[in-house]
């Protein structure tokens, strides 16, 4: 069973999908690190020299083959669900936990980091809400679960993750 994170740029995509997959004993594939192996440079350097429509583009190529994987842990970029193609493939092709943080709370976590080329403006958190507001229906349309992560540690996000797919049926029990 292949397992897609879906949330806003910080809400524990990669942190919280290398844990479930060691928990889960499945591989881990972050899709930006394949995108960025596929392209030979760096998401950011991409999306200046080519723009976000051309590196959307990448993505939902990319997307598209990961997707295919019935064995993994898959962490999507934050803005995956743009394209109605994703949004269908990750939805049909596997389970999908929408980790859901306020954008204050993400503003919170990133506003030291350089390396997310959409939170680079003069007003992050007014470009955080902006997000959210457009990406969080296509999240919930995209998702089989939804998580807050507000205060929970990633091992206690994992056992709730787990504890969603053992009742759907969509893992086997953990023992």
């Known amino acids: ?10 809400s524990g995509k990669t942190t919280v999908g290398r844990q479930l997959a060691r928990r889960l004993r499945l591989p881990f594939v972050d899709s930006d690190h394949a995108i960025e192996t596929r392209i030979g ?19 939902e190529v990319v997307l598209d083959t ?10 999507t970029g934050g803005g995956a669900v743009l394209r109605p193609n994703n949004r269908a493939n990750l939805h049909s092709r596997g389970q999908v936990v929408y980790l859901k943080s306020t954008p204050e709370e993400l503003f ?29 229906p296509l999240y919930r349309e ?6 807050e992560t507000g205060r929970p ?13 053992e009742l759907a049926g969509a893992v086997p029990a953990q023992n």
């Open 1 to 10: 069973m292949s397992i897609s994170l879906v949330g806003l740029p910080g």
């Open 41 to 59: 440079c760096s998401i950011r350097e991409f999306f200046d020299r080519e723009g976000e429509a051309r590196f959307r583009d990448m993505e």
């Open 66 to 75: 990961l997707s295919l994987d019935p064995h993994c842990v898959l962490s």
């Open 108 to 136: 919170r976590r990133l506003r030291h980091d350089v390396s997310r080329p959409l939170l680079q403006v003069a007003d992050p958190l007014s470009r955080m809400r902006e997000l959210f507001a457009v990406r969080d």
């Open 142 to 147: 995209t998702a089989h679960f939804v998580l």
């Open 153 to 165: 540690s990633v091992a206690t996000l994992v056992n709730m993750i787990v504890m969603q797919l």
